[in-house]
């Protein structure tokens, strides 16, 4: 392990950022378990400790330069996870609870049963874990999750090895030695890996610079792609064709392929822009969706990174699912009104999933959003817009507004745009997109809906149909229930897309557009 004054020196004396973000992957990959075990030490929770950790390690690379000395960079770095860990305590929501109307969705298969002794296993181990002293908890998480030594958790806890030693014997005397294996396996079993280190590195500001855009990666089937598609199919198969599924986006990629029997048949290639971690979450989820009796794709190769475009993130094979996507058929009154009740349908169905997805362990791997929680995030972004009175007043009335909402978080699919759904003209075929899955405010998503339906985005004529009216009206939710939301998804594009000043005419006109929507959803507020 190399000396860690000797690493952060190479950081500090980087000669450019490819060289700089090299370094500092060496101190991430010597660090991640120490900060994954101490976050999960505090908030008790794999999940959010591997996300706190990684928001530390961002944080820590930011600041590397108030660093003055080197050597003492473990116990600073912990300070900044400590700190992290507040934060993520503070946002901590509380496990989603399933819709009333879930109840209309066919029985849920049980998780196996060998699955649920894994899982009521690990709640014991857990709950051992949880009554051992802050102290004692800490010293343990750290030892037994990465092979650290005495001495580099005395350093990063800021105390003598003579201290780590009694805490850690003081802890095994509690835990006693059948539960002691427990702890130990499932600790080391859950410590990070280099997936870890490339989702850190991929979020660092300066990584931007040096990655290739998945917009660039090559327009025709490459060997890389080729090999992974071929994997996915019978010996003696072939690639016939290769176009976008969605004619304006690189990804996915729909490969006509030929049969050895000379059947044909069709696969889809995506590449996901988050890190691999996520794009395995996604392949698991697809099975356990597909057994609750939703129409998705099944994970036929992958995801594996691309040898020569590794940063741009994974890339994975999926069945190619039947039916034409929402979109592209919205010429008429009576096709709009279709589509619309179909967005609402595949919504509805989307949610109703939330109770049988509760009752299987991979619903503690999902994310949970919250509005207060991307509130919180657009405040912790800051940016120009903050200087803007506008925004900084909707920012502060909207905390207690959305402190009010009072809604179960639901399953979704992150996105619930109309392209997410497959179907042949008279019903839905299929559901496509989970890379985003999460548990959130089941109305959220229509802002979105609503945002896009102003005249400059131009996002066709259903999405200014009444399709967000309809489904407000559907779930007894009125004008002024539904305008935090839209004041939120307002801000939230303001600060991601939209530059503060600038005479350029379409900038100019989204912004004017997105202002008056802000304004128009303040004015009309529930009173608090």
């Not at 699919?413 to 989970?434: H, V």
């Amino acid at each position: 392990m190399e000396q860690v004054a000797e690493l952060v020196a190479r950081v500090a004396s980087a000669p450019d950022c490819r060289s700089r973000v090299e370094a500092y992957g060496r101190l991430v990959e010597q660090f991640r378990g120490m900060a994954c075990g101490y976050a999960y030490s505090i908030l008790g929770d794999f999940h959010l400790a591997e996300d706190v950790a990684q928001n530390a390690f961002i944080t820590a690379f930011g600041k590397l330069g108030q660093l003055q000395q080197p050597q003492a960079f473990p116990g600073w770095f912990r300070r900044i996870v400590w700190s992290e860990c507040g934060r993520a305590t503070r946002r901590r929501q509380r496990p989603a609870t399933g819709l009333d109307d879930a109840a209309h969705v066919a029985s849920a298969v049980p998780p196996p049963h060998d699955a649920m002794e894994r899982e009521e296993a690990k709640d014991r181990v857990h709950a051992a874990i949880r009554t051992l002293p802050d102290s004692q908890r800490e010293v343990t998480t750290l030892f037994y999750i990465d092979g650290y030594s005495q001495k580099q958790i005395a350093d990063f806890l800021e105390v003598s090895v003579g201290t780590v030693n009694n805490r850690l014997s003081a802890s095994r005397t509690r835990l006693k030695e059948r539960m002691l294996n427990m702890v130990q396996d499932m600790l080391h079993g859950n410590a990070p890996d280099e997936r870890f280190d490339r989702a850190v590195l991929l979020k660092l500001p300066q990584v931007s610079d040096m990655m290739e855009p998945v917009a660039h990666l090559p327009s025709t089937l490459d060997a890389f792609q080729a090999r992974l598609i071929l994997s996915a199919l019978p010996n003696g198969s072939e690639i016939r064709e290769l176009a976008p599924l969605i004619p304006i986006y690189r990804y996915p990629l729909v490969a006509h392929c030929r049969l050895p029997d000379g059947q044909d048949t069709a696969v889809e290639v995506h590449a996901y822009a988050h890190p691999l971690d996520s794009a395995e979450r996604q392949a698991r989820l697809l099975g356990i969706l597909a057994e609750l009796g939703l129409p998705v794709q099944k994970l036929l190769a992958g995801p594996a990174l691309h040898p020569d475009f590794p940063d741009v993130g994974p890339m994975a094979v999926l069945t190619h699912l039947e039916g034409e996507d929402l979109p592209f058929w919205n010429a008429t009154t009576d096709q709009i009104d279709l589509i619309c009740r179909l967005v609402i349908e595949g919504v509805t169905r989307l949610h109703a999933l939330t109770e049988p997805l509760q009752r299987h362990p991979i619903s503690k791997t999902l994310p949970r959003r919250s509005l207060i929680w991307e509130l919180d995030l657009i405040a912790d972004k800051g940016g120009p817009w903050m200087t803007q009175p506008l925004f900084r007043q909707a920012l502060a009335r909207l905390r207690p507004a959305l402190e009010a909402v009072a809604v179960p978080l639901v399953f979704s699919n992150g996105l619930n745009l109309t392209w997410n759904f497959k179907y042949d003209g008279r019903r839905l075929t299929g559901f496509q997109l989970f890379e985003r899955a999460c548990l959130e405010d089941p109305h959220i998503q229509f802002a979105k809906y609503k945002y896009w339906a102003i005249d400059t985005l131009g996002w066709g004529p259903f999405e200014r149909a009444g399709l967000v009216e309809r489904y407000l009206y559907d779930q007894d939710v009125s004008r002024s229930q539904f305008a935090p939301r839209l004041a939120l998804r307002c801000l939230a594009r303001l600060q991601e897309c939209i530059p503060v000043r600038g005479d350029d005419d379409q900038w100019a006109r989204e912004r004017q557009s997105c202002l008056s929507l802000l304004e128009d959803s303040m004015r009309i507020l529930p009173a608090n």
